[in-house]
């Protein structure tokens, strides 16, 4: 893990509120897995005081790393004013990714909203590490609308089958992405569900891996004041009721069995 200021290649616009910012960084953080975060800030400004957490989204080969954002607040409201040239504040990469097996058969990758993040970077790294072919891997993308769809074509472009849903029906089916993530798995069980999306999609993920027996991996979010355990500020129940896990340290990413949802 490193700390140290990087500067901005690109801060590109993808969407309404969504932004994509290409990072020049060192070989420790291109050397990152998938589902591992970075923590963020802009130097110089005395709020906000405390870094924030971002998934990396990719690796710029030999150069750097790429982040998918959303502006909700403080921080990615400065940061989708930054400039390429600019100097960012970096910790990273942090806490534990995504583990998979050397010779996966079926994947299913499940994100919901800005959870998309991680999962590109995971699904390339899948591709290139052979664990399995494209064929073998399925994404289900979930959004509130079609305006908060993102990287439906990027995972096209791998040869990777798409499944849409949205809330509203303007794009694919109107409901859940959980939906046709079950009768996916009713009808052909993979070897693995790894997602990432908000709380009430993990945990309906967690049921049916658990209902039909899939192993499935979830990366959580949490408020994250310091990523690196010193805090104890990202604590989520585990499954042991007298034990708390970390999201900084412990995760972000969580086998389902071990959360208490
Ligand atoms: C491990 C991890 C990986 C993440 N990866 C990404 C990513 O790749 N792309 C991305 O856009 N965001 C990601 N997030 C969420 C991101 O950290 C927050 O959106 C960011 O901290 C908001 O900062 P802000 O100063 O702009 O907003 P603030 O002004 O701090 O907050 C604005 C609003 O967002 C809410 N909020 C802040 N942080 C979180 C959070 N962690 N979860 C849910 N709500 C939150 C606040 O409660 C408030 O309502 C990740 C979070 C974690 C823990
Ligand atoms: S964010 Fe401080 S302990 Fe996890």
């Known amino acids: 893990m490193i700390t140290e ?38 130097p110089g400004r005395a709020s906000p005081l405390l870094r924030r957490p971002f998934s990396i989204h990719g690796i710029i080969e030999g150069e750097g790393i790429e982040i998918l954002y959303r502006v909700v607040g403080e921080c990615t409201g400065m940061l989708a004013e930054a400039l390429e040239g600019e100097w960012l504040d970096i910790m990273g990469p942090l806490g534990k990714g995504f583990s998979l097996s050397e010779n996966s058969g079926g994947i299913y990758i499940v994100a919901g909203g800005i959870g998309v993040a991680p999962m590109l970077f995971l699904s390339k790294y899948i591709l290139e590490k052979k664990t399995t072919c494209s064929t073998g891997v399925r994404v289900f993308l979930g959004a509130g609308s ?61 049921g049916i891996a658990e209902t039909y027996n899939v192993p499935c991996q979830i990366s959580m979010e949490s408020v ?17 009721e007298s034990r708390y896990l970390h999201v900084c340290m412990d995760g972000p990413v969580f086998d389902s069995r071990e959360i208490r949802f």
């Open 5 to 42: 200021k990087v500067r901005i290649i690109w801060n590109r616009r993808v969407g309404a509120s969504y932004y994509k910012l290409g990072l020049k960084c060192g070989k420790e953080l291109i050397a990152a897995k998938p589902g591992q975060f970075v923590m963020l800030r802009l």
């Open 224 to 240: 994250m004041a310091c990523g690196i355990g010193a805090c104890l500020g990202c604590a989520v129940g585990g499954k042991d």
């Open 146 to 206: 079609k305006e908060d769809l993102l990287c439906r074509d990027d995972f096209l472009n791998l040869g990777i089958e798409v499944t849409i849903t949205t809330d509203d029906g303007s794009e694919g089916e109107a409901c859940f992405i959980t939906n046709p993530v079950e009768a996916a798995v009713k009808e052909k069980r993979p070897e693995a569900i790894c997602a990432c999306g908000p709380p009430g999609m993990l945990k309906c993920l967690a």
